[in-house]
């Protein structure tokens, strides 16, 4: 019986998909199922439109994975493979302190819960790589009958490339500003408090700093409320 807060992830490849709710309604009534009954919160939803081939761009992810920290809530995910198909990627997401959870296995739990899980990625990033190996190999043998393929699909770190990646970064920060609000509100409600004073009651705490790196600082609690206040 679920218990605690938590925050769900749901990911669909296409933008289609994102549209017509195909995959999306499926995933969210897979979380709904697994927290019915017991004590238990959803805080927030976030719907990601990526390929599952695709673990450097998930912005949506980032957010989700900034408020967990934020509220110290658990991450609701369908399937493993809604997550992530890299093995190595999700090692990256179990290390990054969140507690995961997927409905369609048990919770895991300890280093053996983990090692299971490991273990079923790295079945799932070979086939997704046997895949990969059988569609170029297709493209090849189409290639080389002449026949043309894809076309101009933009160079890598334009102009356009880099403002995104800023926009995402800034998007990932003000999520994590929204969720630090209520914490920020509780440690200092009249909003008078020294700088170093509230940046050394949310150390102590464990608070992520709005970006997820470094320690909280004077500076990085006056950006933390200029951004509040934007």
């Excluded at 490849?13 to 238990?40: C, D, I, M, P």
């Excluded at 994975?65 to 809530?73: D, G, N, S, T, V």
Aim: a positive charge; hydrophobic letters at 45%.
């Amino acid at each position: 019986m679920a218990q605690g807060r938590f925050i769900s992830y749901l990911r669909v490849s296409t933008a289609g998909q994102g549209r017509s709710g195909l995959g999306v309604e499926a995933q969210r009534l897979a979380v709904e199922t697994y927290l019915n009954g017991g004590k238990w919160t959803l805080i927030k939803e976030f719907v990601e439109i990526e390929s599952g081939k695709r673990s450097d761009n998930r912005p949506e992810l980032a957010k989700a994975l900034a408020l967990c920290k934020a509220h110290r809530a658990a991450l609701v995910v369908a399937k493993v493979d809604r997550l992530a198909r890299s093995q190595g990627f999700l090692s990256r997401i179990l290390e990054a302190g969140v507690d995961v959870r997927f409905c369609d296995l048990p919770q895991i739990e300890g280093p053996t819960g983990r090692f299971l899980l490991q273990s079923m990625m790295s079945v799932a990033e070979l086939e997704a790589g046997m895949i990969s190996a059988r569609t170029k190999a297709a493209l090849a043998a189409s290639k080389a009958r002449g026949k043309k393929l894809g076309g101009f699909r933009g160079r890598a770190g334009t102009a356009a490339d880099l403002a995104k990646a800023r926009a995402a970064r800034s998007s990932a920060a003000d999520a994590q500003a929204d969720a630090l609000a209520p914490i920020l509100a509780r440690i200092d409600p009249a909003g008078a408090g020294s700088l170093r004073t509230v940046a050394a009651l949310l150390a102590a705490e464990g608070v992520p700093t709005p970006s997820g790196r470094g320690e909280w600082t004077a500076k990085a609690v006056s950006r933390l409320r200029e951004r509040l206040q934007a």
